[in-house]
């Protein structure tokens, strides 16, 4: 005969167990572990028949917990797990009845006035993303684990912000992952974790509870970021990716690179959004926030998903499961074609302009309107290939085939109205439609 499967929470509390303490009166016990931009939580539920919870036993907050999560017998007999949760500094207590109960909540970001209190002014110059990291880990006495190429930073200020603050907001702009997790500071590049192996395959009856969802909204194909070089002092403008949805950044930027990194890391967050997933199924050791997983026996849905954010819930009845939150892999920026321009203050006199495609134009049509010849077609198209070509791939084409495919909201380059005419360039009919579709 199997043995039911059951789960428990084991909990220290000040540096003393009170698991057995505490055993018989737990209702419920939650751990929410974030992949990155937000400390992980614990939620503590407990019954207070005997009010020892209003008395002597009343939580305060900044008071240190460590949670542990144990599974027993949980997929057949003989499946013993366990799953750690860290330490955590209660900063919610909330009390009531009837019946009589005691709700703690606990942040997984260490309670140090240096880190997550003082508030600082500082200008940083000439560093690494990595230095700022371990001047702010060295001064709260927090380890710090780096896992990401050396980025270099010309000058940041940090403004009457916390470190903590400050630092989520640096890894943020500059396309890195971040959690604090058992008082120690975790930045990893998430690119490198989306491109690894799945570490299960969770197929429709698995699940209790699912949502799918893909959109449009907030989400883009491209981005533009200003920058001033600092030898000549010109103002550039830089292109990530192209197509129609293009994000204008007021992100202050010091150099092409850095101004790229910014576009990127922006377009990569928000890009996040396009396809989601979201289920609530029987726990899994597995299932841990920053991991990629396959869904699959859905349709549309299947695929890989990183894991954004992982919440297991214990009941006071040995029952648990898993809700997470992901997003789809393959939504990422980081190879995305980059385009350096002046500014159009910047631009020669002799130069081009620019022009957004309007429903009906094709390429034959702009470039009679705009440089007085439909067959200088050809040098609108050379001029932008890649923003072309990519919004009809965007759009489900292989290719534009040079330009025969073209779609309102592309914003083109236009050379200069002094080229002259070739008439080799290509047949008319080659020189752009609008997909009706």
């Given at each position: 005969?199997?043995?039911?499967?059951?789960?428990?929470?084991?909990?220290?509390?000040?540096?003393?167990?009170?698991?057995?303490?505490?055993?018989?009166?737990?209702?419920?016990?939650?751990?929410?572990?974030?992949?990155?931009?937000?400390?992980?939580?614990?939620?503590?539920?407990?019954?207070?028949?005997?009010?020892?919870?209003?008395?002597?036993?009343?939580?305060?907050?900044?008071?240190?917990?460590?949670?542990?999560?144990?599974?027993?017998?949980?997929?057949?007999?003989?499946?013993?797990?366990?799953?750690?949760?860290?330490?955590?500094?209660?900063?919610?207590?909330?009390?009531?009845?009837?019946?009589?109960?005691?709700?703690?909540?606990?942040?997984?970001?260490?309670?140090?006035?240096?880190?997550?209190?003082?508030?600082?002014?500082?200008?940083?110059?000439?560093?690494?993303?990595?230095?700022?990291?371990?001047?702010?880990?060295?001064?709260?006495?927090?380890?710090?684990?780096?896992?990401?190429?050396?980025?270099?930073?010309?000058?940041?200020?940090?403004?009457?912000?916390?470190?903590?603050?400050?630092?989520?907001?640096?890894?943020?702009?500059?396309?890195?992952?971040?959690?604090?997790?058992?008082?120690?500071?975790?930045?990893?590049?998430?690119?490198?974790?989306?491109?690894?192996?799945?570490?299960?395959?969770?197929?429709?009856?698995?699940?209790?509870?699912?949502?799918?969802?893909?959109?449009?909204?907030?989400?883009?194909?491209?981005?533009?970021?200003?920058?001033?070089?600092?030898?000549?002092?010109?103002?550039?403008?830089?292109?990530?990716?192209?197509?129609?949805?293009?994000?204008?950044?007021?992100?202050?930027?010091?150099?092409?690179?850095?101004?790229?990194?910014?576009?990127?890391?922006?377009?990569?967050?928000?890009?996040?959004?396009?396809?989601?997933?979201?289920?609530?199924?029987?726990?899994?050791?597995?299932?841990?926030?920053?991991?990629?997983?396959?869904?699959?026996?859905?349709?549309?849905?299947?695929?890989?998903?990183?894991?954004?954010?992982?919440?297991?819930?214990?009941?006071?009845?040995?029952?648990?499961?898993?809700?997470?939150?992901?997003?789809?892999?393959?939504?990422?920026?980081?190879?995305?074609?980059?385009?350096?321009?002046?500014?159009?203050?910047?631009?020669?006199?002799?130069?081009g302009t620019t022009y957004t495609v309007q429903k009906g134009d094709t390429?034959?049509?702009?470039?009679?309107?705009?440089?007085?010849?439909?067959?200088?077609?050809?040098?609108?198209?050379?001029?932008?290939?890649?923003?072309?070509?990519?919004?009809?791939?965007?759009?489900?084409?292989?290719?534009?085939?040079?330009?025969?495919?073209?779609?309102?909201?592309?914003?083109?380059?236009?050379?200069?109205?002094?080229?002259?005419?070739?008439?080799?360039?290509?047949?008319?009919?080659?020189?752009?439609?609008?997909?009706?579709?």
């Open positions: 005969m199997s043995r039911a499967r059951r789960a428990g929470v084991q909990i220290e509390y000040e540096h003393v167990d009170i698991t057995e303490d505490i055993a018989g009166s737990i209702a419920s016990f939650s751990y929410t572990d974030v992949a990155s931009g937000a400390a992980d939580r614990i939620s503590l539920e407990v019954e207070d028949r005997e009010r020892r919870w209003l008395g002597g036993w009343a939580p305060q907050k900044g008071d240190r917990i460590s949670a542990n999560m144990t599974f027993s017998d949980w997929l057949g007999d003989g499946d013993h797990w366990g799953m750690y949760c860290g330490n955590f500094q209660v900063d919610d207590v909330s009390m009531g009845g009837p019946p009589a109960g005691c709700n703690i909540g606990a942040v997984s970001i260490p309670r140090k006035e240096a880190f997550n209190e003082e508030e600082r002014t500082k200008n940083w110059e000439e560093v690494t993303v990595r230095e700022i990291a371990a001047e702010i880990a060295g001064r709260a006495g927090i380890e710090l684990y780096y896992e990401a190429d050396e980025i270099p930073v010309r000058a940041l200020e940090q403004d009457k912000q916390t470190d903590c603050k400050f630092l989520y907001a640096v890894c943020e702009k500059y396309g890195l992952a971040m959690k604090v997790f058992g008082e120690k500071i975790i930045i990893f590049d998430e690119a490198r974790y989306e491109a690894a192996p799945p570490v299960v395959s969770l197929k429709f009856e698995d699940f209790a509870r699912y949502t799918y969802n893909s959109t449009m909204a907030g989400t883009y194909t491209g981005a533009k970021v200003s920058y001033s070089d600092p030898g000549s002092s010109e103002d550039y403008v830089v292109t990530v990716g192209g197509g129609s949805r293009i994000k204008e950044m007021n992100a202050e930027a010091d150099s092409a690179e850095d101004a790229k990194r910014k576009a990127v890391a922006a377009l990569n967050n928000a890009n996040k959004k396009a396809v989601t997933f979201s289920g609530t199924v029987m726990a899994r050791k597995e299932l841990i926030a920053s991991q990629c997983i396959t869904i699959a026996g859905f349709g549309v849905p299947d695929g890989t998903y990183y894991l954004d954010e992982v919440n297991t819930k214990i009941g006071g009845n040995g029952a648990s499961q898993q809700t997470f939150k992901a997003h789809r892999v393959g939504y990422r920026m980081d190879d995305a074609v980059v385009q350096i321009d002046p500014t159009e203050e910047e631009k020669p006199s002799g130069g390429l034959w049509t702009i470039a009679d309107e705009l440089l007085g010849s439909p067959l200088r077609y050809a040098e609108i198209y050379n001029l932008n290939r890649e923003t072309i070509e990519a919004a009809a791939q965007e759009r489900g084409k292989k290719d534009s085939s040079n330009g025969h495919w073209l779609f309102p909201g592309t914003q083109l380059q236009i050379p200069a109205a002094g080229g002259e005419d070739d008439g080799e360039q290509g047949n008319p009919d080659r020189a752009g439609v609008i997909n009706q579709l």
